[in-house]
T-cell receptor
């Protein structure tokens, strides 16, 4: 499979700042999902954006999708120490699931 | 509460030994998945199943086997043919059967099993 690529690989910010993570992929997708993983735990679904959508909001999360550039971004506003985790994008199309390698976010109190 | 249960949380394998990882869900989901995660990496798909008694190979199926005799259960066996089995294994499920609908639904994950070689 062709894994997605995320950048930055690691991000460290102060509480209250915004955090932006990017995901790029190589194949066409039907939708893109973002997941969060706390250390040593499973993944938790955050938000799904379909290929015909450009932007989606959920609480402090804002996701954009640019299918022409094959990229997506996840913005977490007003970050909290509890947002410290790894964040993964998952692109899917018919018969394929492609995870990015993740961005590790550290939010310092 | 509904969810996915993986057991054990930690597992150790001797050289040449097969081990089986358990995954049980009570979410009434049709689709189930097994992923492997290596340190600092994303997830790679090992096997998936859209319906009872049916499963398909993912990207890294060599050295692994699965069964899907019940809707609730999707055990993964790591065989002795898997030469580098040390990893974090994650099981997931989602609602509908059949591509592409299954890929359009959020996946629910268990808390993983960490497998190490003695």
């Amino acid at each position: 499979s062709q894994q997605g690529e995320e950048d930055p690989q690691a991000l460290s910010i102060q509480e209250g700042e915004n955090a932006t993570m990017n995901c790029s992929y190589k194949t066409s997708i039907n939708n893109l999902q973002w997941y969060r993983q706390n250390s040593g735990r499973g993944l938790v679904h955050l938000i799904l954006i379909r290929s015909n959508e450009r932007e989606k909001h959920s609480g402090r999360l804002r996701v954009t999708l640019d299918t022409s550039k094959k990229s997506s971004s996840l913005l977490i506003t007003a970050s909290r120490a509890a947002d410290t985790a790894s964040y993964f994008c998952l692109g899917s199309n018919t018969g394929k699931l492609i995870f990015g390698q993740g961005t590790t976010l550290q939010v310092k109190p | 509460d509904g969810g996915i249960t993986q057991s054990p949380k930690y597992l150790f394998r001797k050289e040449g030994q097969n081990v089986t990882l358990s995954c049980e869900q009570n979410l009434n989901h049709d689709a189930m998945y097994w992923y492997r995660q290596d340190p600092g990496q994303g997830l790679r798909l090992i096997y998936y199943s859209q319906i009872v008694n049916d499963f398909q190979k993912g990207d890294i199926a060599e050295g692994y086997s699965v069964s899907r005799e019940k809707k609730e259960s999707f055990p993964l066996t790591v065989t002795s043919a898997q030469k580098n089995p040390t990893a974090f294994y994650l099981c997931a499920s989602s609602i509908p059967r059949g591509w592409p609908r299954a890929s359009n639904q959020p996946q629910h994950f268990g808390d993983g099993t960490r497998l190490s070689i003695l």
